[in-house]
């Protein structure tokens, strides 16, 4: 597959032809080839794929350009074998037990680059990413389609615990700040982070941005640590003026969990991570 994905990539960028190149196949959406740690070329892996490829590279044109923390700056080749192409953001994921290994002031300081991120991200004209392309998220499942679908998964106590969240959530208000346009998958594997230097260098991965409730946005740092949303959501607080609601964020998380586990807890690739995911999540809240 990478002498495959490498001529492609050679045929449009000849100076690359004696470069390193590394394959990379951690995407959900796309194969991922790296050239000589300094270029990340991206190949979809089906045409919805291809979609979103195209769809990302015209809305980062627009934020890229209104963000502080660097972003992809990710071209789109519309060419047989549609790729992307973007510079490298040089950090690794962040996951729970790294984060746990930071200090409280370095905690501090990402949460504060993370609340900024999300302030610039949702203060950007809308008109402009719906010209963009941006499209509203996808609706989640219905309670009862997610209930019918964890049930084979869960125990009864966890069930009973799921019913009552999977309530609350069919009863929640209107978003009080409405809908916005924001990243919607700010989880630690879409993170550059520098461990050295404890300091977050870029976000990527923009496929799945789009208009959705502002709460939503809020959840998936929960993914690495509940600590670091909430150190994130006082800073964003502080820095727009919205006052943030932590049971919401909290009831959202849970529901994506149960979502992701009615979805996957049959895949032989993700059952074990989402059924993890969602019980230890359970068990804690």
């Known amino acids: 597959m990478l002498e495959q994905l490498k001529a492609v990539i050679v045929s449009s960028f000849p100076q690359l032809g004696e470069a390193s190149f590394t394959l990379l196949t951690q995407g959900w959406d796309s194969i991922a080839v790296d050239v000589d740690d300094r270029l990340i070329f991206k190949f979809p892996r089906d045409q919805e794929s291809v979609d979103a490829l195209r769809r990302e590279a015209t809305m980062l044109a627009v934020v890229h350009q209104q963000l502080t923390l660097p972003v992809p700056d990710l071209v789109f080749f519309d060419t047989a074998q549609p790729f992307s192409k973007h510079t490298k953001l040089k950090g690794d ?161 849970s529901v994506l969990l149960l979502v992701e586990l009615a979805d996957m807890g049959t895949d032989s690739d993700h059952a074990t991570l989402v059924l993890d995911n969602a019980m230890s999540w359970l068990a804690e809240h």
């Open 93 to 253: 994921h962040l996951v729970t037990a790294q984060y746990e290994l930071l200090g409280n002031q370095a905690k501090q300081r990402l949460a504060k680059e993370l609340a900024r991120f999300y302030g610039e991200l949702h203060a950007i004209q809308p008109s402009l990413l719906q010209a963009a392309g941006a499209l509203p998220l996808d609706p989640w499942p219905t309670p009862e389609v997610i209930l019918a679908g964890i049930q084979p998964h869960l125990s009864n106590t966890l069930l009973i615990k799921a019913k009552k969240i999977l309530d609350q959530w069919a009863h929640l208000p209107d978003d009080p700040y409405g809908i916005i346009y924001g990243f919607f998958d700010g989880h630690g594997w879409n993170m550059a982070f520098h461990h050295d230097r404890q300091q977050l260098v870029g976000l990527y991965d923009f496929g799945d941005a789009g208009f959705g409730e502002l709460h939503q946005e809020f959840i998936y740092t929960n993914f690495i640590s509940p600590d670091l949303t909430g150190r994130v959501m006082t800073e964003y607080e502080q820095l727009t003026g919205r006052q943030l609601d932590r049971e919401r964020v909290s009831i959202l998380t």
